[in-house]
Every structure is written in structure tokens, then in C-alpha cells.
């Protein structure tokens, strides 16, 4: 009897635990779709590309919220970046714009950044990190959209034939990795005895292979957008001309009365943080006689008067 009744509830219990396995939820099983699907979505709408992150952290620069890594000053905030030509920091230059390219085609863009000197402050992104270089107009002009640029080197005057001559040629702007690199396209150079030496890429060409080449090169150029920041107050170039025609009582297309010539407000290249306006005769178009130049202080809009002598070219 006893096991009768043993046997019993020993079968009661093996009922009772496959009754509870058949109810019980398979967590496991949920757990691990659920977290497939977790994964899905988060990458779809909460990830962000390298790319993206770049133009997140340019932004960020520019709003002076993190630091950028410059080639020559390491580690420091973007408005204390200097342009080449003047030593001037970002702050206290006069900035025509900026321009988000991406350079090298590499699928990350590089933000450029043109003073009103033409010098040029280049943002690069890399391994999460800005990387910043500077670079001479000089040395970087005409940049176009493929990465490309024209250069001109140092110049040798030639008694000979009452003329310069200068290093030219246009390079490609690269990067590997964190560094900034250019290759050459084309250059024509000269040596001891003045002679034209013309190369595409490493190749020695002759002078109608390299015009011929050149015909190609055919890029369109970067155009810049204006450039703002939290700590940069700067009147526009508009501004500055609007200020010198109240200085002097004139607004471009003015005709003077004794000579019957249109005037013309030039905004002229300047060394330092100041707008150089000119006040020139303008003849069918075509400026050809300064009058007088004044700076405006790009950040208080004061008027200061230098001792500049009329060229009278305009």
C-alpha cells in the first residue's frame, strides 16, 4: 500500500513539473530575437557614419566646443588657429567664408575655412579626432572642388628679357591619415640657365604636351558660404563699404563733377584684421585711378586713415 501511495505522488510531481514547463514563458528564445531587432534598429536610427560624425565635429569646433589638433600648435581651440601669411588667430581676421568639400574623395569632407588675405585654414576628421593645417595663398589658390590647385613658386628676375619668371603648377591635396599631403599634377620649373622644364605628374613633357594637358584641367572652383560662430563678431565687407561711402559722401556709380568719371568703392587686400577700402575713378568699367584708401577695424567699424600714397592704378 505505502508503494502504491509512493508511486502516486511520485507521479503527481513529474506531472506537476511538465505542466510548469509547458506554461512557462521561453524567455531565452525572447531575449535573444528581441535583442536581434535591438541591434537592427539602433543602427538604422541611432547610428551615425564617420561621415556624419565628421560634420558633427567641425560644428563643434566652430562653436568652440572642442578642441582641434593644428600641425605646427597642437592641441587648441579653432579661434586661436593662425593664418600663415599675417600670423593673425582666426579670431581676429576677417573670414570671406567657408566651405564643407570632400577633398580627397574619400567620403569624408574637410571643412576650408578663407581669410580675406586668401589664406586658407583646412579642418580634416580622422580616427574622431579635427586636424587642422594652415596654408599660404601663395602656396594654395584657386582651389577647385576635386581637390586640385594651382601654385606658383619663387620667382627669378631676368635682366635678359626684362621679365620674372616663376615656378608654376597645380598639385592635388591628399591626406594619410592624420597628415596632409600634395601630389603634383603639372609644374613647369626653371633651372640655373633659366630654361623650362615641364612635368605631368614625375613625367618630363614638352611644352605642347603640357598646354595640351592643361586644357583638361577644367574643375569648377570651391565657392564659399558665410561663416559664423559664437565668438566671432565681425562686420561684413558690405558694412565697411557702406561706412567708407558715408566717409566720404559717395556711393559707387557716383559720377565726379570735374571729370565727369564714375567713382568706385574697392575693397583692397590688407595685411592685418582691418577692411581696406579705395576710392577710385571707374572708367567703362574698369577701375584705373586711386584717389584715396582708408581701413575700416573689421570688429569696431572705426575709421583709420594711413599714409597710403595714390598709386594710380586703383
Same mark, same amino acid.
Request: negative net charge.
Given at each position: 500500500?505505502?508503494?502504491?501511495?509512493?508511486?502516486?505522488?511520485?507521479?503527481?510531481?513529474?506531472?506537476?513539473?511538465?505542466?510548469?514547463?509547458?506554461?512557462?514563458?521561453?524567455?531565452?528564445?525572447?531575449?535573444?530575437?528581441?535583442?536581434?531587432?535591438?541591434?537592427?534598429?539602433?543602427?538604422?536610427?541611432?547610428?551615425?557614419?564617420?561621415?556624419?560624425?565628421?560634420?558633427?565635429?567641425?560644428?563643434?569646433?566652430?562653436?568652440?566646443?572642442?578642441?582641434?589638433?593644428?600641425?605646427?600648435?597642437?592641441?587648441?581651440?579653432?579661434?586661436?588657429?593662425?593664418?600663415?601669411?599675417?600670423?593673425?588667430?582666426?579670431?581676429?581676421?576677417?573670414?570671406?567664408?567657408?566651405?564643407?568639400?570632400?577633398?580627397?574623395?574619400?567620403?569624408?569632407?574637410?571643412?576650408?575655412?578663407?581669410?580675406?588675405?586668401?589664406?586658407?585654414?583646412?579642418?580634416?576628421?580622422?580616427?574622431?579626432?579635427? @586636424?587642422? !593645417? =594652415? #596654408?599660404?595663398?601663395?602656396?594654395?589658390? /584657386?582651389?577647385?572642388?576635386?581637390?586640385?590647385?594651382? *601654385?606658383?613658386?619663387?620667382?627669378?628676375?631676368?635682366?635678359?628679357?626684362?621679365?620674372?619668371?616663376?615656378?608654376?603648377?597645380?598639385?592635388?591635396?591628399?591626406?594619410?591619415?592624420?597628415?596632409?599631403?600634395?601630389?603634383?599634377?603639372?609644374?613647369?620649373?626653371?633651372?640655373?640657365?633659366?630654361?623650362?622644364?615641364?612635368?605631368?605628374?614625375?613625367?618630363?613633357?614638352?611644352?605642347?604636351?603640357?598646354?595640351?594637358?592643361?586644357?583638361?584641367?577644367?574643375?569648377?572652383?570651391?565657392?564659399?558660404?558665410?561663416?559664423?560662430?559664437?565668438?566671432?563678431?565681425?562686420?561684413?565687407?558690405?558694412?565697411?563699404?557702406?561706412?567708407?561711402?558715408?566717409?566720404?559722401?559717395?556711393?559707387?556709380?557716383?559720377?565726379?563733377?570735374?571729370?565727369? @568719371?564714375? !567713382? =568706385? #568703392?574697392?575693397?583692397?587686400?590688407?595685411? /592685418?584684421?582691418?577692411?581696406?577700402?579705395?576710392?577710385? *575713378?571707374?572708367?567703362?568699367?574698369?577701375?584705373?585711378?586711386?584717389?584715396?584708401?582708408?581701413?575700416?577695424?573689421?570688429?569696431?567699424?572705426?575709421?583709420?586713415?594711413?599714409?597710403?600714397?595714390?598709386?594710380?592704378?586703383?
Amino acid at each position: 500500500m505505502k508503494k502504491y501511495i509512493t508511486f502516486l505522488l511520485c507521479l503527481i510531481m513529474l506531472l506537476s513539473l511538465f505542466s510548469c514547463e509547458l506554461n512557462e514563458p521561453h524567455d531565452d528564445l525572447s531575449i535573444n530575437e528581441n535583442s536581434g531587432s535591438s541591434d537592427f534598429n539602433d543602427n538604422s536610427t541611432n547610428g551615425i557614419s564617420e561621415a556624419d560624425k565628421a560634420m558633427e565635429m567641425y560644428e563643434a569646433a566652430i562653436n568652440d566646443e572642442i578642441c582641434v589638433i593644428d600641425e605646427h600648435l597642437g592641441e587648441i581651440k579653432l579661434k586661436a588657429c593662425r593664418f600663415p601669411n599675417n600670423n593673425l588667430k582666426l579670431e581676429d581676421s576677417i573670414v570671406r567664408g567657408k566651405a564643407i568639400l570632400d577633398l580627397d574623395q574619400d567620403g569624408i569632407s574637410e571643412c576650408i575655412i578663407e581669410a580675406y588675405s586668401h589664406d586658407s585654414i583646412v579642418l580634416h576628421y580622422y580616427d574622431g579626432k579635427v @586636424y587642422s !593645417f =594652415a #596654408l599660404k595663398f601663395e602656396d594654395f589658390n /584657386n582651389l577647385k572642388i576635386d581637390g586640385s590647385f594651382l *601654385w606658383t613658386g619663387p620667382c627669378t628676375y631676368s635682366d635678359k628679357e626684362n621679365s620674372f619668371i616663376l615656378d608654376r603648377g597645380a598639385k592635388k591635396l591628399m591626406f594619410e591619415g592624420s597628415k596632409i599631403k600634395f601630389d603634383d599634377i603639372f609644374k613647369t620649373v626653371y633651372d640655373d640657365n633659366q630654361t623650362a622644364k615641364h612635368y605631368i605628374g614625375n613625367k618630363s613633357v614638352t611644352y605642347d604636351e603640357i598646354t595640351e594637358y592643361k586644357k583638361e584641367f577644367t574643375a569648377d572652383f570651391v565657392e564659399y558660404t558665410p561663416f559664423d560662430a559664437p565668438w566671432y563678431k565681425v562686420i561684413t565687407e558690405e558694412e565697411a563699404i557702406r561706412i567708407a561711402s558715408e566717409y566720404w559722401n559717395i556711393k559707387s556709380g557716383d559720377v565726379g563733377e570735374a571729370t565727369g @568719371y564714375r !567713382f =568706385a #568703392l574697392l575693397p583692397k587686400h590688407s595685411e /592685418n584684421s582691418n577692411y581696406c577700402i579705395a576710392l577710385a *575713378w571707374l572708367v567703362e568699367g574698369t577701375h584705373y585711378s586711386t584717389l584715396e584708401m582708408i581701413e575700416i577695424d573689421a570688429f569696431t567699424g572705426e575709421i583709420i586713415v594711413p599714409t597710403y600714397e595714390p598709386d594710380g592704378k586703383g
